[in-house]
């Protein structure tokens, strides 16, 4: 069983910087393929930003590219979503979330790949 704990969502200013931060517990950090995802209202859950495994791939969202920087500590357990150059259609509730792979390098982007989720951190950028 993983378990999955977002931190560092907030009210930020058109144009700031967060970081986000999701630590797991329970098993083989190392061997999941971890993801972020946002959901705003009335939206799709989307894919933002995703890791390997072994932390050689990463996807990015196109509205993302650029901005946001994802990153794994596997001796921490803790994947990082660092945001820049934020706007305002960035606002969303942010989740992380974890599978199991199979696969160093193989990265997932569609939600029901994965099997963990976090309980979401609301990020919100005013204008």
């Known amino acids: 069983q993983v378990q999955l704990v977002e931190s560092g969502g907030g009210l930020v200013q058109a144009g700031g910087s967060l970081r986000l931060s999701c630590a797991a517990s329970?098993?083989?950090?190392?061997?999941?393929?971890l993801g972020w995802f946002r959901q705003a209202p009335g939206k799709e859950r989307e894919c933002v930003a995703a890791i390997s495994r072994s932390g050689s791939s990463t996807y990015y969202a196109d509205s993302v590219q650029g901005r946001f920087t994802i990153s794994r500590d596997n001796a921490k357990n803790t994947v990082y979503l660092q945001v820049s150059a934020m706007k305002p259609e960035d606002t969303a509730v942010y989740y992380c979330a974890a599978a199991f792979s199979a696969y160093q390098s193989r990265v997932l982007r569609i939600p029901t790949e994965y099997r963990y989720w976090g309980q979401g951190t609301q990020v919100t950028i005013s204008s």
């Open positions: 329970g098993l083989s950090f190392s061997a999941l393929a």
